[in-house]
């Protein structure tokens, strides 16, 4: 049985069922006064949290015209929040906020952030699953993403799908609620959201074939390489960790433009590299590099909007069109579908089954990351 497969034929209705609410939270959580007066956001995270956070902060910055970072937690605990200890920073500090992200709400390095962030006087809010876990109590102000996996028969824990996508929408939501608060129309905004379910459902239905029959042919391959720019670099990352989640593979998430300059001198000739790519802000660029990747003999594989391929040439993954900054909710579904038939073809367990010192206890077992030390 195909669990990972399971949990993403759920993504559109969960989309359509949590939308609504998760706009209505944020308005109630995100008051008009801090909407209006924050000057720059740091959204920070681990893993899919942290992807989450990429693939968003083009929407507050082009929904919402604040200037955000989506920086790792790690990063921004021990090195980022420490330039408003510097002289003439730390007035800035009341007019920029943090927003933790955590599904568990337990991940150390993202609680040990806010906690810093909030000791030099920035506002804090978090983006968890309840308003009982740690970093809901360490943020004091909480965002609830409440989507649960659908449990399976063989109590098999699954790549994360549904708390990533949970979390993408209330950054949406968050996103749009700053924006209304500082008087920009968004109903053509909240339309499309709003839309993103019927989206979802289309885009399984038009790439759930080609990405089987993608896994059947790259059966062969030992690593995969996924590219993205702007929000879409999110969702490379994001799918590069559903295969290692899946299958075990080692993938590598890279932005485009990063790409020409370093995986194009990589010896393995034919190295499955998708190019993720909304074919807006960042079509003329990852046309170029797609044109690079097949003169060195990559096998490349374009995930873009149906009938809006940068090229011509290479496999496609089509997803349904949408604008640029809903992208990751879509152009992700491809690539999980391909991740989900990989494993399932080579019969591998998910997570490497917790084996060889791994260990799911305790927040990631030896890993430590619910149980690391805090640095406040």
Same mark, same amino acid.
């Given at each position: 049985?195909?669990?990972?497969?399971?949990?993403?034929?759920?993504?559109?209705?969960?989309?359509?069922?949590?939308?609504?609410?998760?706009?209505?939270?944020?308005?109630?959580?995100?008051?008009?006064?801090?909407?209006?007066?924050?000057?720059?956001?740091?959204?920070?995270?681990?893993?899919?949290?942290?992807?989450?956070?990429?693939?968003?902060?083009?929407?507050? &910055? %082009?929904?919402?015209?604040?200037?955000?970072?989506?920086?790792?937690?790690?990063?921004?605990?021990?090195?980022?929040?420490?330039?408003?200890?510097?002289?003439?920073?730390?007035?800035?500090?009341?007019?920029?906020?943090?927003? #933790?992200? %955590?599904?568990?709400?337990?991940?150390?390095?993202?609680? /040990?952030?806010?906690?810093?962030? $909030?000791?030099? #006087?920035?506002?804090?809010?978090?983006?968890?699953?309840?308003?009982?876990?740690?970093?809901?109590?360490?943020?004091? =102000?909480?965002?609830?993403?409440?989507?649960?996996?659908?449990?399976?028969?063989?109590?098999?824990?699954? *790549?994360?799908? +549904?708390?990533?996508?949970?979390?993408?929408?209330?950054?949406?939501?968050?996103?749009?609620?700053?924006?209304?608060?500082?008087?920009?129309?968004?109903?053509?905004? @909240?339309?499309?959201?709003?839309?993103?379910? $019927?989206?979802?459902?289309?885009?399984?239905?038009?790439?759930?074939?080609?990405?089987?029959?993608?896994?059947?042919?790259?059966?062969?391959?030992?690593?995969?390489?996924?590219?993205?720019?702007?929000?879409?670099?999110?969702?490379?990352?994001?799918?590069?960790? $559903?295969?290692?989640?899946?299958? #075990?593979?080692? =993938?590598?998430?890279?932005?485009? &433009?990063?790409?020409?300059?370093?995986?194009?001198?990589? @010896?393995?000739?034919?190295?499955?590299?998708?190019?993720?790519?909304?074919?807006?802000?960042?079509?003329?660029?990852?046309?170029?590099? $797609?044109?690079?990747?097949?003169?060195?003999?990559? @096998?490349?594989? /374009?995930?873009?909007?149906?009938?809006?391929?940068?090229?011509?040439?290479?496999?496609?993954?089509?997803?349904?069109?949408?604008?640029?900054?809903?992208? *990751?909710?879509?152009?992700?579904?491809?690539?999980?579908?391909?991740?989900?038939?990989?494993?399932?073809?080579?019969?591998?367990?998910?997570?490497?089954?917790?084996?060889?010192? @791994?260990?799911?206890?305790?927040?990631?077992?030896?890993?430590?990351? +619910?149980?690391?030390?805090?640095?406040?």
């Amino acid at each position: 049985m195909n669990y990972f497969q399971e949990q993403i034929l759920t993504l559109p209705q969960l989309i359509t069922d949590v939308t609504e609410a998760f706009l209505d939270e944020a308005a109630r959580t995100l008051d008009d006064d801090f909407c209006r007066t924050v000057e720059r956001l740091y959204v920070i995270g681990c893993g899919d949290s942290h992807f989450a956070a990429l693939a968003t902060e083009f929407a507050f &910055e %082009s929904i919402a015209g604040v200037p955000t970072e989506a920086q790792n937690a790690m990063t921004f605990s021990r090195y980022g929040v420490i330039h408003f200890d510097a002289p003439g920073f730390a007035q800035r500090a009341s007019a920029s906020a943090v927003i #933790g992200v %955590s599904v568990s709400g337990g991940v150390t390095r993202t609680i /040990e952030g806010v906690l810093r962030a $909030k000791a030099r #006087g920035l506002r804090a809010f978090a983006v968890t699953n309840s308003e009982q876990t740690p970093i809901a109590q360490a943020a004091g =102000a909480v965002l609830t993403t409440r989507a649960p996996d659908i449990p399976n028969a063989a109590g098999i824990q699954v *790549p994360g799908a +549904r708390s990533y996508f949970a979390s993408l929408i209330m950054l949406y939501a968050c996103a749009l609620r700053i924006a209304e608060s500082r008087g920009h129309n968004t109903h053509v905004w @909240r339309a499309h959201l709003s839309d993103m379910g $019927k989206q979802a459902q289309r885009t399984i239905e038009m790439s759930d074939t080609p990405a089987h029959t993608l896994a059947e042919r790259t059966l062969d391959a030992g690593e995969f390489v996924f590219c993205g720019s702007g929000p879409n670099f999110g969702t490379a990352q994001f799918c590069a960790a $559903k295969v290692l989640e899946a299958s #075990g593979d080692a =993938a590598t998430g890279q932005d485009v &433009e990063e790409w020409a300059h370093l995986q194009y001198f990589a @010896r393995a000739v034919d190295t499955p590299t998708f190019l993720v790519t909304a074919n807006e802000r960042d079509a003329s660029r990852a046309a170029e590099v $797609k044109t690079a990747m097949q003169a060195i003999g990559r @096998r490349v594989i /374009e995930v873009s909007p149906q009938d809006a391929a940068i090229s011509a040439g290479g496999a496609h993954l089509p997803y349904a069109p949408c604008p640029e900054v809903f992208a *990751p909710l879509l152009a992700c579904i491809p690539a999980m579908l391909f991740a989900s038939y990989r494993a399932e073809l080579l019969g591998e367990p998910y997570f490497r089954a917790f084996g060889g010192g @791994r260990n799911i206890e305790g927040g990631g077992g030896i890993s430590r990351i +619910r149980t690391s030390a805090l640095v406040v």
